[in-house]
């Protein structure tokens, strides 16, 4: 079977860093992705890891070890415009094929 | 230049009731994906488009459901009979295929089954 788990809610205070884990278990795997998702809209794309190691993009950073079916997303400096839902997604056995998602974390960024 | 698009944008229908959701890729993307997002819970892949290929249905929930995508195009996700744990966020993305990894997302539909 296939799964992955990421928690449900986090908090945040503006100018902190703040780490997503996600773990999943699968029977095939591709590539493991992240999404962005504000409040009534579409999934964004923020970032896709296929080898081990850290991959890092302005203020925002992905980890992927396949080894240990393990992910994080982590972003630094926060700002407001950060509050949002983050999506943790796999894809099985080839590039291009459908995205297999977690049910999301809820991320809460205060002042 | 534009992004997938997908209508109507809201739909409210009556149990038992057949619907068609609309979904327009970006031009020149060879790979079409729906999904679906109940409320709590993370998206759902449901089928997926390919070129010419036979499209992958394995996350269509029930036979109630059914997709085509004419001229490699603009895809009509219908859903005949519905039920009311059929009201969720009907998603569709596209990608440019092949090695490409990056699948745009529209606006979804919102359906409410009463």
């Known amino acids: 079977g296939q799964n992955i788990d990421q928690p449900t809610e986090m908090t945040a205070t503006e100018g902190a860093i703040v780490q997503i884990n996600c773990t999943y278990q699968?029977?095939?795997?591709?590539?493991l992705f992240w999404y962005q998702q504000h409040a009534g809209e579409a999934p964004t794309f923020l970032s896709y890891n296929v080898l081990d190691g850290l991959e890092e993009k302005g203020r925002f950073s992905s980890f992927l070890s396949r080894s240990k079916g393990y992910s994080y997303l982590l972003l630094k400096e926060l700002q407001m415009k950060d509050s949002a839902s983050y999506l943790c997604a796999f894809t099985r056995n080839q590039a291009g094929t459908a995205l297999i998602f977690g049910k999301g974390t809820t991320l809460s960024v205060s002042s | 230049g534009a992004g997938v698009s997908q209508s109507p944008s809201n739909k409210v229908t009556e149990k038992g009731k057949d619907v068609e959701l609309r979904c327009d890729p970006i031009s020149g993307h060879t790979a079409l994906y729906w999904y679906r997002q109940s409320l709590g819970q993370g998206l759902e892949f449901l089928i997926y488009f390919q070129g010419n290929s036979a499209p992958d249905k394995s996350g269509l929930p029930s036979d109630r459901f059914s997709a085509e995508r004419t001229g490699g195009s603009v895809s009509t996700l219908t859903i005949q009979r519905t039920q009311q744990e059929d009201s969720a966020v009907y998603l569709c993305a596209s990608s440019s295929g092949g090695s490409a990894h990056e699948q745009f997302f529209g606006p979804g539909t919102r359906l409410t089954v009463l």
């Open positions: 699968t029977s095939g795997f591709n590539g």
